[in-house]
């Protein structure tokens, strides 16, 4: 055949292509010339500037609530659950949108610009709110030069961590000088400052809504699952995924936390909006190398029809088959599913077991940015330097563990693992959930023991004895030391003790974690695989609202007749040990269930076949 044939021209273009995707100009996309490593580097790095952005708020939630706000440990405990859960059930209307109307890279887009959009807007508000406070306020905000900070998924993320930044600005004034007229009014205003506080919060959480679901999916839609090369690939992403994402949470805590406690809530509100700046510059970048995948239907509109049907067959409704009266697809009177699409429901219908039965591990999850951190605060955070390690900042050691197992993981675990099975990912989705369930049930009872009181006495007085001092008989667990700047009661117990909780958090996250988004990714179809992402990070929202109930039903029991409850302000007297051990026991139960389900699950054709 002449080189000049067309035909012999066409073919390679059309080995080329590559199947139900377009680029960014709605044409077919080349194989050779897009997605794949090229594209996913730039959009995880809009992940990481995002996680930056969204940990530097959440790490450190707990330690300005009870410290500017003034409330109490069990009830910032609590907001911080509520809030946590917010964040991690908003990403469900953020792939509906996404899904049904706007696309993933438009939402990205439009949740990205929500971090930046505001620092047009702040800067009349740093004149419009230091002119209602006065002339004291005016010249703080000149002084301090405040920076905006983040907004909501269709328009104000960046605008949310911007008020964060101001009601941070307002609670540094109200706490400052003297008890002047001026002060006496700011004084007065904090009840604004709390709403204003808690609403850029959540501002913050609906942005995050939007963005979270859209972006992981769109990076896995770079690779082709119908090329055995990519799909290896593709299950590689997830791991170098959240290995890029869990840096940039170890940025934020490392610097983030210090600034914070150290020099100013505001700039350390203010920080993340530039940092995501950035980050939407470098996704930008990428555009001309993006597939986008199309779809023929909304993105929802086919669950609906089959739950439609399955509400007039409630005879059969798990297998909805009755729903299949026209295999080709052609509908009658609008009461008839397709094949696919009474696939797809059943496919969501099989998801439900496994996400029921992860709320235990999302339970305790919520743990980690909450009491982990006050108890951090309770203890010896000091260095051989003089330095003071920020409580907060113990969260990293979670992401240090991630980023160092993650490549020994990808590398070394799954090549080994896959010359046994035979799998090519080394072990299917759901034993790799399953075993970071394991490796998470072990922390818990190395947290209640190092949180018990015999522990503590035994690490107390080996530390008191170091310092040269006698123990007298004390019982180091009342002993109370008062650090004067934060007014936290003290022991003298070296904050490293609780690094090995922190660790194992991290070990049982690279197999659970990871495994939960790509599970809930590739067991989804096509049309719905932000949602499936979304109902992923639901499973940690309905865990912090959980985890929330729990506590304040805890404190309300167990505070009765003026008792010390299991979460006292004075966690030396508290019985965090016991709700630790309770932890223990739900993750049991938890686990159990969940080796049940997954004997009975049938994974989906369109996602990964084992």
Not at 308 to 328: C, M, R, V, W, Y
Not at 414 to 438: H, K, N, W
Not at 542 to 554: D, H, N, P, Y
Not at 581 to 590: H, R, Y
Request: hydrophobic share 45%; aromatic share 14%; with cysteine.
């Amino acid at each position: 055949m002449s080189i000049s044939d067309p035909s012999a021209a066409q073919t390679p273009l059309l080995d080329d292509t590559v199947d139900g995707c377009l680029d960014y100009k709605g044409r077919p996309v080349r194989r050779s010339s897009s997605g794949c490593w090229r594209s996913a580097s730039f959009i995880i790095v809009v992940e990481i500037a995002e996680r930056f952005a969204y940990y530097g708020i959440s790490s450190n939630l707990i330690t300005y609530l009870t410290g500017p706000l003034g409330e109490s440990t069990a009830t910032a405990a609590a907001q911080v659950n509520a809030w946590n859960g917010a964040a991690s059930l908003l990403p469900l209307l953020g792939a509906f949108i996404a899904d049904s109307f706007l696309g993933r890279y438009r939402t990205i887009i439009l949740a990205s610009l929500d971090y930046v959009l505001p620092k047009v807007i702040l800067p009349p508000c740093e004149i419009f709110f230091p002119w209602l406070l006065g002339n004291q306020g005016w010249t703080y905000y000149n002084e301090k030069n405040v920076k905006p900070g983040n907004a909501f998924e269709i328009g104000f993320l960046l605008l949310g961590i911007g008020l964060l930044a101001l009601s941070a600005t307002l609670s540094s004034i109200s706490s400052s000088g003297g008890q002047n007229a001026d002060d006496i009014a700011l004084s007065s205003s904090l009840q604004f400052q709390v709403i204003l506080f808690f609403f850029s919060l959540y501002l913050v959480a609906f942005a995050q809504g939007g963005h979270k679901p859209c972006v992981q999916a769109f990076g896995a839609d770079q690779f082709d699952t119908q090329d055995a090369e990519e799909c290896k690939a593709k299950s590689s992403f997830f791991n170098w995924w959240y290995f890029g994402m869990c840096a940039g949470t170890l940025t934020t805590l490392s610097i983030l936390n210090y600034i914070q406690d150290n020099l100013s809530w505001v700039l350390g509100f203010a920080i993340p909006g530039i940092v995501m700046a950035v980050g939407l510059v470098v996704f930008l970048l990428g555009t001309m190398t993006y597939r986008n995948r199309k779809t023929s239907y909304s993105a929802i509109a086919a669950e609906e029809e089959a739950r439609g049907i399955l509400a007039t067959e409630s005879s059969k409704q798990f297998f909805l088959n009755k729903a299949l009266l026209a295999p080709d697809g052609s509908k009658e009177q609008g009461e008839v599913c397709s094949i696919r699409e009474v696939e797809e429901a059943k496919a969501v219908i099989r998801l439900a077991p496994i996400w029921a039965t992860s709320l235990t591990y999302a339970i305790v999850f919520a743990q980690s940015s909450t009491f982990f951190t006050k108890q951090g605060a309770t203890m010896d955070r000091s260095t051989a330097t003089g330095f003071e390690i920020p409580a907060a900042s113990l969260q990293s050691f979670i992401s240090l563990s991630i980023v160092l197992f993650i490549p020994i993981y990808d590398r070394i675990f799954v090549p080994l693992t896959r010359a046994l099975t035979g799998e090519p990912a080394g072990i299917t989705l759901l034993q790799r959930i399953g075993s970071g369930m394991r490796c998470g049930g072990l922390k818990l009872p190395l947290t209640r023991a190092l949180t018990g009181k015999p522990a503590r006495n035994y690490i107390c007085f080996r530390e008191i004895w170091k310092l040269g001092m006698r123990c007298g008989g004390l019982n180091c667990g009342e002993e109370q030391w008062i650090d004067r700047q934060s007014q936290l009661w003290l022991v003298p117990m070296s904050i490293w003790w609780l690094v090995p909780q922190y660790a194992l958090y991290g070990l049982a996250d690279v197999f659970t974690m990871v495994g939960l988004q790509e599970f809930f990714y590739d067991q989804m179809p096509n049309e719905l695989r932000s949602v499936g992402l979304a109902l992923y990070l639901s499973i940690f929202g309905v865990g912090s609202f959980l985890s929330s109930f729990l506590i304040s039903a805890i404190e309300n029991l167990t505070s009765r007749d003026g008792r010390d409850s299991w979460f006292a302000n004075n966690l030396n007297r508290a019985h965090l040990d016991y709700f630790y051990l309770l932890l223990a026991a739900l993750s049991a139960v938890g686990l159990t269930l969940y080796v049940c389900c997954t004997k009975y699950y049938i994974y989906s054709r369109w996602g990964r076949t084992f």
